[in-house]
């Protein structure tokens, strides 16, 4: 009975580092096959005013309101707040909240959008069973309204993706 649990608990070790490789080399094939990290044109997020680059390979996904990349297990979720401002949502972002969410608050980095408006782009941690991931949780818009981009992905795959992610992110804006 112990050889057979210390054989499926190799099996399951196994497999897990198959999953974890093939997902690290389908990821950099994709990135070897296009040296551009996002594609080139806009996407207006349905039932939005706003519109965003999305990364290279990333799918849309109705039910999601957002992209998928099932290589990698990454995903963004596009979210427009009407009648507030950005500012007064970041204002209560602080450590203190995101703890009692369950999530580790990495960083906090006020950036500037391709297009010259200003937004916050967080980083927080958390895991789903036993597997890290990071979410880039980014704010920006006007003194009316909100783009709210919730990017996720496993950490093992941060190397590749921070950048990626951060990249598309840049890119939203509202449509006049």
Do not use: C
């Not at 997902?23 to 997020?45: G, L, M, V």
């Not at 995903?75 to 209560?92: D, H, L, N």
């Amino acid at each position: 009975m112990k050889n057979r649990k210390f054989l499926n608990v190799h099996l399951l070790l196994i497999i897990f580092s198959i999953l974890i490789l093939g997902n690290s080399i389908q990821a950099q094939i994709i990135a070897s096959e296009d040296q551009s990290t996002i594609t080139p044109e806009y996407f207006q997020i349905p039932n939005t005013k706003i519109e965003l680059i999305p990364p290279a390979h990333f799918r849309f996904m109705e039910q999601m309101n957002g992209f998928l990349h099932v290589g990698t297990s990454s995903s963004i979720q596009i979210q427009e707040i009407r009648g507030t401002a950005y500012p007064m949502i970041v204002q209560g972002l602080t450590e203190g909240h995101f703890t009692s969410q369950g999530v580790t608050l990495i960083s906090k980095e006020e950036v500037l959008t391709s297009n010259g408006q200003k937004a916050v782009i967080f980083t927080v941690a958390f895991k789903v069973d036993d597997f890290e991931f990071e979410r880039l949780m980014f704010f920006s818009g006007d003194y009316n309204n909100t783009i709210w981009i919730n990017a996720n992905y496993p950490v093992v795959m941060k190397e590749i993706l921070n950048v990626v992610l951060k990249e598309s992110l840049l890119t939203a804006r509202f449509i006049n």
